[in-house]
Each structure stands twice: as C-alpha cells, then as structure tokens.
C-alpha cells in the first residue's frame, strides 16, 4: 500500500479570492474601464463633408489635463498589483503541477521497486545474520564489494554514492530466546538496523532497456543441444541480475534551498543459475548447455550479436569463494570474481510530463539536519543522521526465508522560483524470498 500527502484546491488560493473580492482591485478596475470608455469617445471629432476637411473643434465636456494625470496614475497602480497577483497565480498554478508529478515521481518509483524487489530471490544485508540454530546465512557486505567493483568509471562519475552507503539487516527476530515478529515501528524498530541502500539477486524476466532486448530464462534448444545418445533437448535454465539501488549526489535540477539527491538503478548483467547447470546428469548435454550460454550470439539478447554469458551464479551458496562459475567452452568451473558485471544503470527520479513544473528543481530528500527548512522528517526510521547517512531513502528488513517483508520509504522534495518547499513522502512494504 501506498500513503501520500493530499492535493490542495487551487481555486481556494488567497490570490483568486482577492481578484473576486469586492474590497480588492475589482471596483479600482471597473471605475478605471468607464473612465477609459469616457476618454475615448468625447476628446475630439473631425467631420469631413464633400470632400473637405472642416476646422476641428474641442468637445465641450472633455477631459482636463489633471483628470488625465489621475488616470493616468491609477493605472500605474494597478498594473504592478495586477503583475504581482498574476505572478502569485501562475506560481500557485505550478506548484500544484510539480505536487502532482511528485506524487507520480514516487508512486512509479515504488511501483517498479516492488515489483523488481517482488521477484527477489536473496536479499543481502549489512551483516553476516546468525539464526536460531547459530547458522549464518548472508554475507551482505561482500557481495556488494563485487557491485562496487563492477561500476564502470562512467557510472562512478555520473552517480557517485551518497556516503555512506548502507544495507539494511534483520529486524530481531529473538528476544530473551523468545520468537517475535520484527517491528518497522520508528518507536520500537532497532533503528540501526535500517539501511539506505537494497542490493538482491532477482530473478530475471524479460526487458527492453532502450534498444536492447533480453530474454529471460534461457530456453535451450537446437540441433547442437543433444543427450549423449544423440536425442534433441530442451533445456530451460533460470537467469538471475543483481540489483543494487543506492542514492547519488549528482542531481541535475537541484532545490535553491539545499541538496537533493537522485535514486539510482544499478543492474548486472544476466546470470545463468548454476546450481540448475551443475545438476543436468548427461555430460554431453552439460557441455553443449554451458557452450550455449558462453558463445557469443543472439540467443539470449537478438539486438547484441556479441552478448555472452561467461559466469554462473549457485543461489544456495552464501560465500562469493563458492558462489560464482566461470562459463568457458564446455568447462564448467568454481571461480572467485573480482567484481559482479555491470549491465543497464538508470535513475529513477525524472519528471517526464508538465509545462510549468519544468523550472522546479527537485529530488530525493537529505537529512533534516542538512536542510533545515525540510518540510519532512528525515531519517524516520533510521538512526540519527551520520554525514549523508541516510537521506530520505529508507530501507528496513523483517522476517526471514518465505516471510520476509522489505519496508521502502522515500521522501521527494521541489522547489520553484516561490520560497515554499513541496514535498511527497510515500512507503511500501513488499513480501519478498530469501531462500538459499
């Protein structure tokens, strides 16, 4: 479920019931248009009869210059009030456009975060957890070292993290030796057990990134793919990405007031699960499977002639000593990867429609501390601020295995040429796996 802040009426602003108000500019104005109607039709009259000119006569009831200079002076008067009242309406009119695409800004963005966190098959922590029975079961920590060592040069300058960069881990699960479901309450959470970052291995499903076109999972056929014995197979291996979401500093449409941040999608290339190729019993239909994935073709992306798969991942493994396989020819080998490969990386906060709104600078709240004039509280769950640590992206894990939920919160702030500050504060909750 999603929870955002209401719209207000913009008929009701102050500006549009002053321009209606019968102790505003509306008696000034219609006194100044008779006025004006007066003028013109009594300065002057100039008849022409059979084609002479006649000698051009005053009228008796004209203006005299001191009326004039009245009038002259009362429009003067108006037409700034006027200027300041349109201003104030068109400001009036464009926040309320930006409040409406803040509200869409979010809720699309915690609509793709919930389905993409849906399809989580392992969510890494900050920690190592230790269970009930003393088992650890994820080394968080580690696997996003391989993200961080994967983001070409291009990523690490376009969207340099906000530091520090942090995972979230497990709401307690036991207390006093008794089981308790984990708390998102900001009043009985453990609040340094949220994080400002989310880094899950998903399964992977079809897509369209700009051009580009992925096929997921890998249906494996054809005249290669054969038993021992020379029979055709098919062989349907499942395909897993890496997402890691983090927020940047680098925002293009800043707020006047203070910093804003940007919320970045960072996605590895595609993975072929390892555990499924490990357990084809036929040697020969291994090979020919490993060989598929491995060789370059259009098989699994038809716009990239060159794409390959050259590693494996093993989602029951929890140490990346174990956890990764190097794909090569039919070789099929445990490997120890320097990094995890990086595929499409995008940001999430963009205002895509809306004429007026367009000269708003807006983004991902900072901490409160850092922006004082903040119309939101930023962290609300977390702990107290630490540098950027964690501005107004707020992630929180309960539960485990089949009932783990994830808690996401992200606050948005804009900002136009009026010193009023709009904000968007919405959360979601998503059910998600974590089986290894």
Known sequence: MFFS?????????KPTQFLHSKRGLRPIIENCAALIVRIGRSPISNNVNKGKTQNLKLHESGFTLVELMITVAIIGIITPAMTYLFLKVQQGMAADEMRVDLQQINTETLVRLHATVGASHHMFQNQPQTQATGSVYNTGVSFMTLVQAGMSSNTKTVYPALS????????PAMVNETPVPGSFSPTTAAVTDFGNALLFAAYDSPQTVGKTIYYAPATI??????????????????LYRFYYYYLTTNNPRPLPAGPTYNLVEWQSTQYPDANEIGNIIDGTLEADVINWLAAPGTNLCPTNSSYTLPYGYDPTQTSIATAFYTLS???FVTTTPASIVEGPVTTLSHVFSGVLSRGFGYGVSPNTSLFP?????????????TGGYPGGFEVGISGESEGMQVMIRQALLA??????IISNNQLTV???RDTW
């Open 221 to 238: 056929y054809g005249p290669t793919i054969k038993f021992s014995t020379g029979q055709a197979a098919t062989v349907i291996i499942d």
């Open 373 to 385: 004039s903040d119309p939101l509280t930023v962290p609300q769950f977390a702990a107290s601020a």
């Open 329 to 331: 020819g039919t070789n």
């Open 164 to 171: 520090p960069v942090t995972l979230p881990e497990q709401q």
């Open 5 to 13: 802040r209401g719209l207000k009426n913009p008929l009701n602003s």
């Open 430 to 432: 998503v059910n998600v």
């Open 415 to 420: 900002q136009g040429a009026a010193p009023k």
